[in-house]
């Protein structure tokens, strides 16, 4: 009789660490090394092209019409060019920071803590690299450090110096909300987040 209780008891006990065990595991990770090898794949791909396309508009416009005319080419551009590789692409492909120009970049709540965590790394002169958020069922969330480089301090730099008050004062014309100046390269200036289907 005893023996008998003491079987049962053990018996959920054991189920009980199992249970425990299998759900911790569910909650650290949200994808199969298979699943996580895919989806990083195929944001950095898309984070990679997109960067390709934007980068090369952005210097064809600086050669042809200076600063201020790439600035003003960039407002009418980036969005209408992330919306049709997002549709190429069938994703959602976002730029965020949390120092935006455009204001429709400000992060969401998820971004967010992707880029909270990013901004943590680098602060610790470590390279953030990119990672994956399940956000439900079906839709996978890709994130990836954006760094400033040399080039991109004609718009992101310091005013006066890197910038020409000249130029900003287009800049401040088109986003009176600017927050996107003062970075130097090497600094995190923003995040990707791409969101596909699982
Ligand atoms: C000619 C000026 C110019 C240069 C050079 C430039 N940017 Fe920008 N950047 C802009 C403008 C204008 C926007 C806002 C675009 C919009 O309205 O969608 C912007 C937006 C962004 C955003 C989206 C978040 C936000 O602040 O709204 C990121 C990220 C970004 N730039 C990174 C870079 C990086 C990295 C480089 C260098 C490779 C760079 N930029 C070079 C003008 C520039």
Redesign the pocket.
């Known amino acids: 009789m005893k023996l008998k209780a003491f079987s049962t008891f053990a018996s959920l006990l054991l189920i009980l660490l199992l249970a425990q065990c299998t759900s911790d595991k569910a909650s650290q990770q949200q994808f199969s090394p298979d699943e996580e090898k895919v989806y990083l794949d195929k944001g950095k791909a898309i984070a990679a092209a997109t960067f390709t396309t934007l ?1 090369g508009q ?1 210097t064809a416009a ?1 050669e042809k019409e200076g ?1 201020a005319g ?2 003003r080419y ?2 009418l551009a ?2 209408p060019l992330l919306d049709s590789l997002s549709k190429a692409n069938n994703a959602t492909i976002r ?3 949390g120092k ?3 204001p429709l ?1 400000a992060p969401t709540e998820w971004e967010a803590e992707l880029l909270s965590a990013f901004q943590l790394e680098a602060s610790k002169g470590e390279q953030p690299m990119p990672r994956l958020k399940l956000l439900d069922e079906k839709k996978v969330a890709f994130a990836a450090p ?1 760094m ?2 040399p ?2 301090t ?3 730099g310091a005013v006066g110096t890197d910038i020409a008050e000249g130029d900003y004062a287009v ?1 401040k014309e ?2 009176p909300q600017d927050q ?1 100046v003062g970075y130097k390269p090497g600094e995190l ?2 995040m990707w987040s791409i969101t596909f289907e699982r």
């Open positions: 980068s952005l600086l600063v790439a600035v960039c407002n980036a969005m730029r965020t920071s935006p120009r455009n970049d954006i400033l480089q080039l991109c004609k718009c992101h800049i088109l986003y996107a200036r923003g």
